[in-house]
């Protein structure tokens, strides 16, 4: 089996945001995007070109053109936004993004009108009518088909890097998991979901395919949903490890540390040098390891095995692409990621605005609400570390 690959220009980018709707008043998850989308499509055309339905009415994706630098991307979801305050400020609602709402029931959830998202309830059941989840997928171009599948080899030691860096997703339905991420285990309980498997090059991956298509396992190579996974039809390398992100500068944060990845990654493949490849029990406990304790968690590093807590990999990560980032026009971007090691990262702001009201929930909403609307995170006091030992299994 023949999988075109429509191979893009050096690096190129693409963001994928996925935003909440939610009552003003209860705070709740509201439906609506069947109706404010039709209100903002441009005259002469039959949808948005950048704000698209979800499986859940209550969803709408905000995604961008193709880009050539991160500050081309954020500027494209701020105008769709921007687009987006008035219709939806006019209902009632608020827009918001976080891993999972706060406390709304995913029993409660209207599915969005569309042949795929009910075959998608129909195959997969109770696994599939819990998704309430949200994320953040960053597309980064890439020239070849071989290429993509190395870079998505090497990017899986980063796995512990972008899911702390986003976590978000402390509370499900109304409770505290104990998790920094609980997306991540939520959107795992999906069959073709998680990480990826390590493969040998774009051959190796036609025929996993191939067998996937043939035993009915998928309808199409769009529905293995792994954390990062080569794009054949855009042509590009699609992080989705990240928990959905509160702010257009914490995006940034994140769209920059991986177009610059791929950019270094790319640049040593041609060089000659080979592109490591960690071992896939590595890369499965260092990712449980950020999902429990997200920037507090101790991950695996190197041949030797030691311990770095994820706050240090990130600020050397931070130093090690900062020429990258120089050359590519998103140092201020890549530098923001200092800021969010600096003051908690999303899950950590929500515990503490849980904590700070008595745990009352609809303030974790209105913080998040006036993080979307401000940009700026909600920072009670500085991050603690976390109780419990963040190596332990």
């Not at 992080?239 to 940034?252: A, F, N, Q, S």
Request: glycine letters at 8%; aromatic letters at 8%.
């Amino acid at each position: 089996m023949r999988i075109p690959f429509n191979a893009s220009e050096r690096c190129t980018l693409g963001i994928e945001w996925e935003l909440m709707l939610v009552d003003r008043e209860t705070r709740e998850l509201a439906s609506g995007a069947s109706e404010l989308l039709p209100g903002i499509v441009p005259e002469g055309a039959s949808e948005h070109p950048f704000a698209k339905h979800e499986l859940f009415e209550s969803t709408i994706e905000v995604i961008t053109g193709i880009c050539g630098t991160v500050p081309d991307a954020l500027a494209d979801l701020s105008r769709t936004v921007d687009e987006l305050a008035g219709p939806v400020h006019d209902r009632g609602l608020a827009m918001i993004c976080s891993g999972t709402h706060p406390f709304t029931d995913w029993r409660t959830q209207q599915i969005s009108p569309g042949e795929r998202y009910q075959k998608l309830l129909d195959d997969m059941q109770w696994l599939g009518r819990r998704l309430q989840i949200f994320g953040v997928h960053v597309h980064v171009g890439v020239r070849n088909p071989d290429k993509a599948v190395h870079f998505v080899n090497a990017l899986t030691a980063y796995v512990p890097h972008f899911l702390a860096l986003s976590a978000s997703s402390p509370f499900w339905t109304g409770s505290d998991t104990g998790l920094a991420s609980a997306r991540s285990k939520v959107f795992e309980g999906l069959p073709t979901a998680g990480l990826p498997f390590m493969l040998d090059d774009w051959d190796e991956f036609e025929r996993y395919m191939e067998t996937l298509l043939k035993t009915r396992a998928i309808a199409s190579i769009k529905e293995v949903w792994w954390d990062i996974r080569p794009h054949p039809d855009f042509g590009t390398v699609e992080l989705r490890i990240c928990d959905g992100i509160p702010t257009l500068r914490e995006v940034g944060a994140v769209a920059a540390m991986s177009q610059c990845l791929v950019d270094m990654f790319d640049r040593e493949v041609d060089k000659g040098y080979t592109l490591p490849r960690p071992k896939g029990w590595v890369v499965r406990e260092n990712k449980w390891r950020a999902v429990r304790y997200g920037l507090d968690a101790e991950i695996i590093t190197g041949g030797d095995h030691r311990l770095v807590p994820v706050r240090q990999a990130l600020l050397e990560l931070v130093q090690d692409l900062s020429p990258t980032a120089e050359r590519l026009g998103c140092l201020q971007q890549l530098e923001h990621v200092r800021a969010i090691v600096d003051g908690g990262a999303s899950y950590e702001r929500q515990r503490a605005v849980a904590a700070a009201s008595g745990g009352d929930l609809t303030a974790v909403v209105d913080a998040l609400v006036e993080e979307f609307e401000t940009g700026e995170p909600v920072v009670l006091r500085p991050p603690a570390p976390g109780q419990g030992a963040p190596g332990a299994v």
